[in-house]
């Protein structure tokens, strides 16, 4: 073919049987080839010195059986060195063996694409491939390198797309590299350790960033705004999971499995709200599940399994449309196992391990939830009479209540009357606390307590200022610091204790369970702000601010 087509400048048989061979021919006389395209065929046997081939612009061979898995099955690359317009190269997915010779440095600084993956290449990358300045995509990932990734990857600045997975590379990652306009960064499966480089973050077009299986160590890890997908699973990765994951809200895929993360699971992933795969198992996180992930409503794939989280299954994840796989198995939660949703399919949602969950539909076969009051006869006999004659004696002490608030009342008709809000407080409502905080929205919100968020707002039938005080039901012991809340404020008056107006308790426009306390808001700030603060340059008007060392924004 070379003989007959001796100015044949372009040469393709992509895609189809051919078998044999690379012809001879074609490098020693078609010299004036620029573009040489052999991929997804069956050709074996080595591949021939393209030393003649001075014009080539693209080679392409992926995907054949090229090679004999010997030590100079790489031997042409150096005979490439010739080709001053070279722009791709692409070997990807045959038997090319032997160690990378150091001539790829040698290169023309036109190439731009180096694929060499899928290849059993061994030995090291040599640090000569910093020379090839241009190049953006080095894909080299399926092989069998060793060693370090070399510190002159960091003279790779037009690096779009590097992935050297799937091989043998050890050592740390190197702290040069930081391309900023690196894309897609593939380091997976290696023997890799020490910390992830937080200088990573200045990779600021980062979208794709895969670190997993490797032996990296450490708490700390990038946070780059713009990644789709972070994968950092099966590490040795340990501390609490940071609060700043939240700032990477266009995540579409999280996977932090198989590590030693602990500590509860921050709020801030509900700013991820258009997150559809979110993997934590096999870590060692507590607590509960937290309230903002109601806010993942396109999650589809959903794993806290083998963790240490406790209180109750959130009601919320009934309502996730698009959740497919649910697995919580292998934790301490408690309480009746939801039945709507996903919680109707036994095969994609996973409960084995949780011994203190009841309830469901029967196919999970579940002990039936008893509850507290569910005593034995006996007992309820007992009850029943001593409620008879605690009733008998209240019937008294009604007689006796009756006469003292008559006389209350018209003390009371003698003072002065007060501001004609009062009726408001006796009639505030679920819906009058949403418009009041702007459905509790975050600007709103104002601090965070052991069982429940503090928001500011605005009534508006009279625009009297408030704050309230949203309980967490789902965290153990709520529901009796309310009721502890609300016997102790009714019994205890004093100019220096906020004034609690009234407690709204009922149910939300979802059907749960909801209870608040409303109390007059305070602008100059909590207890603790003023016994843990320090003064600060007065502003222009005079006024004097205060800045808070205290991390509890709790109310006192």
Known sequence: MGFGLPNLEFFSIHGNRFVGSVPLSIPNNATNLGTLQLGHNKLSGNVPSLESLRNLQRVSADYNHLGSGGSGDLNFLCSLTNSTSLTY????????????????????????????????????????????????????????????????????????????????????IPSSLQNKKLIKLYLDGNRLHGHIPSHLDKCQRLMDL??????????????????????????????????????????????????????????TLGNCDGL????????????????????????EELDLSNNNLSGKI?????????????????????????????????????????????????????PKCIFRHSKSKGVVHILKLTLSIIFGLLGLVLVLIFVYVC???????????????????????????????????????IGVGSFGSIYKGILQENGVNITVKVLDLTRHGALKSFNAECEALKHIKHRNLLKVLTVCSGIDYNRYDFKALVYEFMVNGSLNEWL???????????????????KDKDFH
């Not at 990378?100 to 290449?121: E, H, W, Y």
């Not at 972070?230 to 990765?237: D, E």
């Not at 959740?323 to 198995?329: A, D, E, G, P, V």
Request: proline fraction near 5%.
């Open 89 to 172: 190269l692409s070997m990807v997915g045959n038997k090319l063996s032997g160690l990378l010779p150091k001539c790829i440095g040698n290169f023309s600084m036109t190439i731009t694409v180096l694929a060499l993956g899928i290849n059993p290449i061994i030995g090291e990358i040599p640090r000569a491939i910093g020379n090839l300045v241009n190049l953006e995509i080095l894909w080299m990932q399926n092989n069998i390198l060793s060693g370090a990734i070399p510190f002159d990857v960091g003279n790779l600045q037009n690096l779009t797309y590097l992935s050297l997975a799937d091989n043998n590379l050890s050592g740390e």
């Open 532 to 550: 843990h603060s320090y003064p600060i340059p007065a502003d222009a008007d005079g006024s004097s601010k205060y800045e808070s060392h205290s």
């Open 210 to 267: 895969d670190l997993s299986n490797n032996n990296l160590n450490g708490s700390i890890f990038p946070v780059v705004k713009t990644l789709l997908y972070l994968n950092l699973s099966h590490n040795h990765l340990n501390g609490a999971l940071l609060v700043k994951v939240g700032q990477m809200d266009h995540l579409n895929s999280l996977d932090i499995s198989g590590n030693k993360f602990s500590g509860e699971i921050p709020s």
């Open 314 to 366: 959130p009601r919320f994840l009934e309502a996730f449309d698009f959740l497919k796989i649910l697995s919580l198995s292998y934790n301490d939660f408690e309480g009746m196992l939801p039945t709507e949703g996903v919680f109707k399919n036994v095969s994609a949602t996973f409960i084995a391990g949780n011994k203190k969950i009841c309830g469901g539909i029967p196919e999970f076969q579940l």
């Open 276 to 299: 559809p795969i979110l993997k934590m198992k096999d870590n060692h996180f507590q607590g509960s599940i937290p309230q903002s992930i109601r806010s993942l409503r396109s999650i």
């Open 407 to 445: 006389q209350l009342k018209k003390k009371k008709a003698k003072e002065p009357t007060s501001s004609s809000i009062v009726d408001t407080w006796q009639n505030l409502s679920y819906g009058a606390l949403l418009n009041a905080t702007n459905g509790f929205s975050s600007t709103n919100l």
